[in-house]
């Protein structure tokens, strides 16, 4: 879990973070999705639009710039 934290501004890649879980990727998806009830996708895109949403609570003045700095690929989809 610390690897999908947004310390880490580069793009996150399945094949790194089961290496670093020591797992293959199937494994890594299964395990996941049994210990959170979320597909990776699924929680990355939840962590980041709360993070987004927490930006723009925090007086972020644009959402364009919230999104992007969540990493979210459509930062426009977020609504002030």
């Known amino acids: 879990m610390a690897?999908?934290?947004?310390?880490?501004?580069?793009?996150?890649?399945i094949d790194d973070l089961?290496?670093?879980a020591h797992m293959g990727p199937s494994s890594l998806h299964r395990y996941f999705k049994q210990?959170?009830?979320?597909?990776?996708?699924?929680?990355?895109?939840?962590?980041r639009?709360?993070?987004?949403?927490?930006l723009l609570f925090s007086r972020?003045?644009?959402?364009?710039r919230c999104g992007l700095s969540c990493r979210l690929r459509e930062p426009y989809a977020?609504?002030?």
């Open 3 to 13: 690897r999908i934290k947004f310390d880490d501004a580069q793009p996150l890649h």
């Open 18 to 20: 089961a290496s670093t």
């Open 35 to 47: 210990v959170t009830a979320l597909s990776l996708l699924q929680y990355l895109k939840r962590i």
């Open 49 to 54: 639009l709360q993070e987004a949403s927490r």
């Open 60 to 64: 972020v003045p644009r959402c364009r």
């Open 78 to 80: 977020i609504q002030p």
